[in-house]
């Protein structure tokens, strides 16, 4: 029997302290499911008292926007990484991918009974809209579960991730975050990465329509390499809206047309948190040209990132964005934090407000972003028609302009694998 190496030695114990390890947060981690589970006990509640409990139809919104940054902010931050070791066993762990697929079922179930109670003829108003908001928020959260699956190699995984997409409409999210995003990602060429002094209100329609003539130009190549047309079965984007038009169809036909405005709206607001969390995850921030004319590959300080522990327990940790776009594959459980990457002051929960009032936003933002570069005004991502004003303004205030870079325009097409 040959003896070990003391390599092999150190290897094998590194392997033993990984699965003594126990993850703090391993039951913590329910929040994630139990999130459309809190939206349909609320609505429940709603349905059966409506006049007395008024306030559930609010719940979605009040969760999002109050009541988990509020948390955030008393709980506090976890900074804490799994040892190197554990990252394999975490991985793994069939468990937390169990976790991730429970949410489904709780959000279809919250979707149906939240557009059934909304359709009722009875139901005022002001608690159709309190209902899509709270339909939404969750259906919002559900793109974020759709987001974990849907980089995984399985098939029944991307599946899933296409059911917790549909609700929305927003299914060509799958072919275009993994095949355009992922590779395109702070640059200017990226229609999901905000630039400096842009508002999330004129980013808003360039991701949107950026976004989706990015996915069916991905798809519409991906389609040609193997011989076939646009309108083929194997058409991941003809697959995810045939299942979007069949929950519609489905739920429209259980409820009556009233279900219809409903649909839209909570499928809106729900795609528009993605967005402005979009927005708030690479702001400003770009990744340096190389000499060939590539862009350098994604690090970790390319990702606006947090530690705020709610929030991240209720979206997968996805605030730790820089560890996601270094490994798309690795599952949240295992994701860490990177001391270079650029924290926000508060959870991704909390910036959504400040998101939506420009003034607000840049107030908090832009100096950090500045910051991030130690002042050197050439390595943010600008926003081209503002890029000569704000940097006029930046400099006149003391900080100090590198050379301009290339104009949009002038940007090559090559971007980095």
Partial sequence: MNAKTPDELLKQASQADGKKWKDPKRHLWLLGPALPVIGLASIAAYAVAPKKLRALAWTGPALVHAIIPALDRL??????????????PLEDDKYYGRIVKAFIPAQYAMTFLGTWVASRKNTPMIDRVGLALTVGA????GINTAHELGHKHDKTDRV???????PTGYTHFVVEHNFGHHKRVATPEDPASSRMGESFWKFLPRTVVGGFKSAVKIETERLQRKGKGFWTIENELLQGW?????FFGITTAICGRRAIPFLIAQGVYGASLLETINYVEHYGLMREKQPDGKYERTQPEHSWNSNHIVTNLFLYQLQRHSD???HPTRSFQALRHFEKAPQLPGGYASMLLPAYIPSWWYKIMDQRVIDHYEGDLGKINWDPERRAELMAKFSAAGIASAPAAPSLEAQPEALAS
């Fill in 138 to 141: 969750i259906n919002g959260v």
């Fill in 160 to 166: 899933l991730a296409m059911l917790a997409l549909a």
């Fill in 324 to 326: 996601h776009h270094a």
């Fill in 75 to 88: 709980i506090g931050e976890d900074a804490s990484n799994p040892p190197a070791s554990a990252v394999k």
């Fill in 242 to 246: 045939a299942v979007s038009a069949g």
